[in-house]
């Protein structure tokens, strides 16, 4: 199960907006608004919790958090999952949570998140530089058009979002309020509605979405990828390879931190259109099987199938084999982890489903995901134990 979103039972249901043009939109949208919120849908910007409600509602403070962290993993290319922690005893939103742990949000204090109110415009501002700052983008000072001096209530910014506002004026993430025969206005204290604030993270990644190579790495160059590996098959084996001679499984994060290694591995992404397009997927793994992964997810890239990957993640500091760097999950949402009942049947405990054949994002057993896996020496956890199915999980060592 994933961390650095964690996985579980109310984790993220993200965008079902990718798999029709019409799934999780918004209702009411404005005529001025219907392009710009069409093109939040198609980058992936728009959470769930927006399905169905008002466009021109006021943005609240939660449904905000989830926007920003769709926005996050637009502009670092790196993943998110949702967190088992309680940081707020008003709110377990695993947006919220997540937002939270990157650093993109503050409660109000004594635990309070306040998640229905309406958040102000400059602190959306700041928000957004938060993303920034979480993914080690810099955003140096530019001569654009737009400037924060234009505004006549400049003065009414506070304090702690000045530099966030005057960024997002300079980069022309927000602009200014018009009100018939008045000059436009910053309104900082304002708030938004869910289309402009769609609207202006669809802006916000434009342009501070970083440039990716989505090319697949060349395995005689990668220095991860053994182009002739033979894979440990017993669990002795696999202990000796992942801990060394008589090694054993890390007993503190600080110790499982210090080996794991970011990889880059080439996915496909699945667009409103039904179309496919080539992109990078960013994963901390365990650096002995480092290789493995890389091998794994070429293999996948590779396939006839093109099975697209919206979310995966591997290793997080908790219990199982994900503390270790030796477990992934893919698309949770729709590979469901559900336990088994007396009669036969399932209940989902983390996802909505599994529904391979029908959702693309469901993995079908005997598929390109799951023998790409098998045959590095995976186990699948929707046939590995008599308990429970956990469609999304390969695990190394069968937990």
Known sequence: MPHSFLRRASSLALLAA???PQAGALSDVSTWAQDGVAAAQEAGLMPSALESRSAQGEITRAEFCGIAVNAYKAVSGKAVFASGKKPFRDCDDPNVVAAYEL??????GDGVFDPDSSIQRQDLCVMLCNILDAAGIEAPAIAGDACVEDYPDVPEINDYAVDAMITMVDYTVVNGITNAGQPATLSP???????QALIMATRF????AEEKDTTPDDPTTDPWVDPNPSFPQTDAEKMELVYGVGGQKYQTAEEAE?????????????????????DTAYLQVNYNLASIYEAVFEE????????????VGCYSWRTGEHSQGTAVDINWEENMEATINE?????????SYWLPGEDPYSIPEGGDVYNAFISHGFLWGGNAWRSKRDYMHFSYFGT
């Open 300 to 311: 996948i890239y590779n396939g006839d199938e093109q099975f697209p990957i919206k979310d």
């Open 258 to 278: 210090a080996n794991m290694v970011e990889i880059a591995v080439p996915v496909w992404r699945l667009q409103a259109d039904g179309t496919k397009t080539s």
């Open 18 to 20: 990718l798999l029709t």
């Open 343 to 351: 009669d036969g049947s399932l209940t989902p405990t983390t996802g």
């Open 189 to 195: 204290s304002g708030t938004a509605t869910r289309e």
């Open 103 to 108: 650093e993109l949000v503050n409660g109000r």
């Open 205 to 208: 990644c434009t342009a501070f």
